[in-house]
């Protein structure tokens, strides 16, 4: 039986949206509990990835020092060894616009609500997220403002007033910012916060196929940023009509898949906007023949929630597992001394290895704390997922070489001393891949594709991610989200893929 | 310790007799479009066309009009600084005004300042050993309540948010002025022993104080800085690590703004509300007014080492056949520069005359202008022209289109901008701070829009006085203390130190 009258044109990803929390669904995002840490870290934790995905992932952010809960529900402290990554990735990004004549800026974080209110459906989409302020001090303001949800209408305004003539164009900007949206769906962090860290790039063309080229161009930089840097693969696709940016002509995404939990999740957007922003905000241009011609506009951004992602794909039962292109500290040196041992000679190998490959651009430490035993040091680096461990003890002093130790695998193997910047580069490249590898295999081995009603609910009952033909029509869609709630949680449209399988005749 | 740096002003504010030059460039300018020569003084006639009159043929080229001549009115400096400041601001497109009164929007050209301050200072904090982390915006009241003289201070600027997701929220929220107390409440968490110190980060955020009055960089409701906050596990570390810091702010206010800057120690009335020691660095404006705490305004919308384009390259044609020669030989003057490690910008557009772009760059405060025209591609040389010395006197001809000669001239001339912007920041600030040794002689030195210096150890309420009576407050203690004994310039008792005083922003 097929979902909707109409023949199929294409084929679409359906699965299990990420809905979770550090827990159960049933849990309610709201009020400020506060929550237990445990204070001891890099000692194990208590959950396993398989079976307390949720308890897991709470866990392993904390003692990995990533995260920390705050007083606000739903707001989370960002530790230095989450922050780094975030600076990571943004150094990779922030160049790469820069190439594309991309420049940054700053908008203010409060908005009218005059200006909030614009653009209908963007407001629709948005408005039951916004926080306001209302007081100064003592004080009612007389207008409550809001915080930014996004900066579509901060910005806009603007954009009419400084694109006069298609000299003026194309418009390309970005920003690095904050954003606020008052969600009550169970916060996670990184994944689903009040508060998060973003980009948010706006365009404005006097074509749409340069519009519809830039769109395409930065959803290249959002998957080279899961691939290349987070290993991760993704699917890049177009959203369906439901899905789309409130106020938007299409949106495009690089969707991710969580296998541990069968649940699908938007990591990155590219919009083409069109002309209705232009047509609210009245930014018009003269174009060469002197008419007066509306802009099209791009909007497009990632935030903070690729590092959740990342830590859902990689993470094992051991703590974090961090891709050593992002990773804060790729090679951590940790002697080994025993009690008759020359600890000095092992102290100073250990300084020695980690200048050797500081030079040559590696970014590495040695953990020379004397309060703390070889072993509790190897556990708490595997914790924070330290990519490679080199280990250095008396026999390796003697050798005139070190025992490299891979977090994704275990593989422990022995280097000379001689050839160490290239073995450690070697090596760290292998990890960056392997972890790919090992992530897009789970994936694989997860997509089933269906063709009738009762496969998809089959196929969604073990955790998969769903290849199904799609009429894409919004009342259909709502209808599969309906029908589809239990306990698993409702199936949404993930995106309709670029890259489209054999459909045949009648579908 | 809390060591923190505002977002600077970006415009370049101190030396008179930058003014004077300065107003005779605008002058140059004015010269070249003539219905807004009218609107100035008669001085403008002074003024002479310039060599460019021969090389630019704005009138006569029949090229676009250019558009928005309007915008480039700006106000001049010694006649009305506060104008001066927000005409520039506007027209250098560094920033405009945001929709919610008090807010502003940063221009690419202004926020690029801002991320070369960032790289710059990033570089520093990782030094000395501080990583980068980053708290929420929102704090609960009740944490702000706890701290009693926080609150006092902060209380009438304090923006709160009651409503979210269409809901009133449990506990009033407010928008970050400062995260002091978020990051006390987790640094109490976070230390439980020795070992755990010492505890050094940093953020780099926007904050929110609902202001009153406001005026863009300077002082606005939202507003960009970064806040170092470290613990420690004895006092001296913790001072040690507060004067590194200071160090750390004057060295960049020196050494990359161009900006003589005092440090020292505040008085206990202007130290941070709930802090014990508060250390600042002063910076004197162009009109003499102090601003305060490592604000740097000066960070040259122009001139300053590591910020923006430093040389524009505009290629000068008059005939279609002249066009390609010049442009090629623009592209590989461009080339030799941007490979000896320069930040260059070829405006080669056709859109625009010469003369347009002249203004426009000059607007933007970019330290060295390069003109190539048909006459110099047959000679092999270009036209060096110095934004700081306008003029025929800030223009050099026939420098060798030769790499290696260019690239050392065009370099040896960025670094003498930069030290002569130095030396005359250092001129005009000195020769406005006068050394005073009673009331008298320090109210008299106020109210001629001076920086008095003087020995004080008089009280808080003496200190008020001062405030009520003469409008000026105590900007800091200086680190550097001329010797000698010192009788205090109010009472008469004993000082140990000069203090500085001055009206401030």
Not at chain 1, 290 to 305: D, F, H, I, L, P
Not at chain 1, 455 to 469: C, D, R, S, T, Y
Not at chain 2, 282 to 302: I, V
Not at chain 2, 306 to 330: H, Y
Request: proline residues 5%; glycine residues 6%.
């Amino acid at each position: 039986m097929v979902l909707c009258r109409e023949i199929a044109k294409l084929v679409l990803i359906l699965a299990i949206v990420e809905h979770m929390a550090g827990g159960e669904k049933k849990k309610s995002g709201g009020g400020g509990k506060k929550k237990e840490v445990k204070k001891e870290t890099g000692l194990g934790l208590s959950f396993t990835k398989d079976e307390n995905f949720g308890e897991w992932y709470s866990e392993v952010v904390v003692n990995g020092e990533m995260i920390e809960y705050y007083d606000i529900s739903g707001c989370y402290i960002l530790r230095p060894w989450a922050m780094s990554i975030w600076e990571n990735m943004q150094t990779f990004f922030d160049a790469e616009i820069k190439k594309m004549k991309v420049k940054n800026c700053y908008f203010p974080l409060f908005v009218s609500p005059g200006v909030l209110q614009k653009e209908k459906d963007h407001i629709e989409g948005f408005a039951p997220e916004v926080a306001w302020v209302t007081k100064s001090g003592e004080s009612d303001l007389e207008v409550p403002i809001a915080i930014r949800p996004t900066s579509e209408t901060v910005m806009y305004p603007y954009y009419s007033k400084w694109i006069r003539g298609h000299r003026d164009l194309p418009l390309k900007l970005n920003q690095w910012c904050n954003v606020v949206r008052w969600e009550f769906s169970n916060p996670t962090p990184f994944i689903r916060s009040r508060e998060f860290l973003w980009q948010e790039g706006h365009t404005a063309f006097a074509t749409k196929e340069e519009a519809d080229t830039e769109v395409l161009q930065i959803l290249e930089l959002y998957r080279r940023i899961y691939e290349e840097f987070l290993a991760i693969p993704v699917t890049k696709g177009r959203k369906s009509e439901l899905e789309k940016f409130a106020g938007g002509l299409y949106t495009t995404s690089v969707e991710a898949f969580i296998p541990n939990t069968g649940r699908g999740i938007q990591g990155a957007t590219s919009h083409c906007l069109g002309q209705n922003f232009a047509k609210m905000f009245e930014i018009n241009f003269e174009n060469e023949k002197g008419e007066k011609s509306m802009v099209w506009q791009n909007s497009w951004a990632y935030s903070t929630r690729t590092i959740g992602v990342m830590v859902m794909v990689h993470g094992d039962n051991k703590g974090l597992v961090l891709p050593p292109k992002v990773a804060a500290l790729q090679v951590i040196v940790i002697p080994v001394p025993y009690k008759d041992a020359d600890t000095q000679g092992i102290f100073d190998a250990c300084a020695a290895t980690v200048a050797t490959l500081s030079d040559a651009g590696i970014r590495a430490e040695a953990d020379l704390r004397e309060n703390y035993s070889p072993g509790w040091k190897y556990s708490n680096w595997e914790m924070k997922g330290v990519p490679l461990r080199i280990e250095i003890g008396p026999r390796d002093l003697a050798n005139n070489q070190v025992r490299a130790v891979r977090r994704d695998n275990g593989e422990k193997t022995d280097i000379s001393r001689v050839f160490l910047v290239e073995q450690v580069k070697g090596m760290l490249d292998k990890i960056q891949q392997n972890l790919f590898d090992v992530a897009k295999q789970k994936r694989d081995a997860c997509i089933e594709v269906v063709k009738t009603w009762d496969e998809f609910v089959k196929a969604l009952g073990q955790k998969k991610l769903i290849l199904a033909p799609w009429c894409d029509e919004e009342e259909v869609e709502k209808d599969v989200k309906t029908r589809t709630k239990g306990e698993m949680g409702a199936a949404k449209s993930l995106c309709t893929p670029f890259e489209q399988p054999e459909l045949p005749e009648g579908t | 310790m809390v060591s923190s740096l505002r977002l600077p002003a970006l415009t370049s504010l101190f030396s008179p007799s930058f003014t004077r030059r300065s107003t005779v460039s605008l002058r140059r300018r004015l010269h070249l479009r003539p219905p807004l020569a009218a609107g100035f003084s008669a001085q403008s006639a002074a003024s002479s066309p310039t060599e460019t009159e021969d090389r630019v043929d704005s009138k006569k080229s029949g090229r676009v009009q250019d558009r928005g001549s309007t915008d480039r009115v700006i106000t001049p400096r010694s006649q009305d600084f506060n104008a001066w400041y927000l005409d520039v601001i506007a027209n250098a497109e560094l920033a405009d005004y945001g929709p919610v009164r008090g807010t502003m929007v940063i221009r690419p050209y202004g926020y690029a300042m801002w991320e070369a301050i960032q790289d710059y200072l990033n570089v520093k904090f990782k030094e000395t050993g501080h990583s980068n982390m980053y708290f929420p915006q929102f704090i609960p009241y009740s944490f702000i309540e706890k701290e009693a003289s926080h609150v006092e201070g902060f209380s009438p600027e304090l923006a709160l948010v009651t409503i979210g997701g269409g809901k009133e929220l449990e506990e009033k929220l407010v928008v970050r002025p400062t995260s002091e107390t978020i990051v006390n409440h987790m640094f109490t968490q976070w230390i439980h022993s020795y070992r755990d110190l010492p505890l050094m980060i940093n953020q780099w955020a926007n904050v929110t104080r609902w202001e009153m009055r406001t005026k863009p960089f300077v002082r606005t409701l939202e507003f960009l800085w970064q806040e170092g906050h470290t613990a420690h596990a004895t006092l001296e570390e913790a001072e040690k690590e507060a004067l590194e810091m200071i160090d750390v702010y004057t060295k960049f206010a020196y050494e990359q703004a161009a900006i003589p800057v005092i440090a020292g120690r505040k008085s206990k009335v202007e130290t941070f509300a709930g802090a014990d020691k508060t250390y600042t660095i002063e910076a004197m404006m162009g009109d003499r007014k102090a601003l305060q705490a490592g604000t740097s305004h000066n960070l040259g919308q122009n001139f300053s080492r590591a910020f923006g384009t430093q040389v524009v390259i505009v290629p000068i044609w008059k005939k279609v056949d002249e066009k390609t020669g010049v442009l090629d030989a623009a592209s590989s003057v461009a080339e030799t520069l941007k490979n000896a490690g320069l930040k260059v910008k070829l405006d080669d557009t056709d859109q625009r005359t010469p003369g347009w772009k002249f203004n426009f760059w000059e607007m933007k405060g970019v330290p060295l202008r390069i003109e190539i025209g048909p006459r110099d591609v047959s000679s092999g040389s270009v036209v060096i022209s110095r934004r700081d010395i306008p003029g025929k006197q800030g223009k050099v001809f026939g420098i060798s289109m030769e790499p290696s000669i260019l690239e050392a001239y065009v370099k040896d001339r960025l670094d003498e901008i930069q030290s002569s912007l130095l030396q005359r920041a250092i001129s005009f600030r000195d020769s406005n701070i006068v050394d005073v040794s009673s009331y008298e002689e320090l109210k008299e030195a106020i109210s001629l829009g001076k920086w008095a210096r003087g020995p004080w150890s008089a009280s808080n309420a003496d200190e008020l006085r001062i405030k009520e009576e003469t409008g000026a407050t105590i900007r800091c203690f200086p680190f550097e203390q001329p010797q000698g004994t010192k009788t205090c310039l109010m009472t008469g008792k004993h000082a140990d130190e000069v203090a500085i005083f001055a009206k401030s922003y």
